[in-house]
């Protein structure tokens, strides 16, 4: 099934690797909760429903995950716009995100280092993209 991501005020689609790891898929919760101890020694927990904010990592690896140099300008493009808003469609399902900027929104890695002046759009690169679902 393909990943894309959809930049949803051009309409311009762009097609993922399909082999990236979703690695924090299920680090994350929607339950925020605090505790604290009232004056009396009692334990006061207050816990409530996050509206947004799940962090979406799609790791690349060398082994098993390229995309093209092209691709990664692409993306890169996008990152550097504020408040862009894109569609992300991951294993079926479409989700609102945003680039997480706190944590290194957009890494592009070469499978293979060149001479300065042999770089091309066609050079293979291990991508590392991190997102905010809003």
Not at 22 to 31: I, K, R
Not at 115 to 121: E, K, L, P, V, Y
Request: hydrophobic share 40%; proline share 4%.
């Amino acid at each position: 099934m393909a990943i894309t991501l959809t930049h949803t005020a051009s309409a311009t689609t762009l097609t993922l690797p399909d082999a990236l790891n979703w690695a924090d898929e299920y680090t994350w919760s929607p339950v925020q909760q605090t505790t604290s101890y009232t004056t009396t020694g009692a334990l006061l927990i207050e816990e409530a429903t996050k509206q947004a904010g799940r962090p979406i990592t799609l790791e690349g690896s060398t082994e098993r995950t390229w995309c093209t140099r092209a691709l990664v300008d692409q993306l890169h493009t996008w990152a550097r716009t504020a408040g862009i808003v894109l569609v992300l469609t991951l294993r079926g399902v479409a989700h609102s995100v945003t680039f997480d900027h706190s944590r290194e929104a957009l890494q592009g890695l070469p499978v293979l280092f060149y001479a300065d002046g042999s770089i091309a759009s066609d050079d293979w690169y291990v991508p590392t993209l991190r997102f905010l679902e809003l």
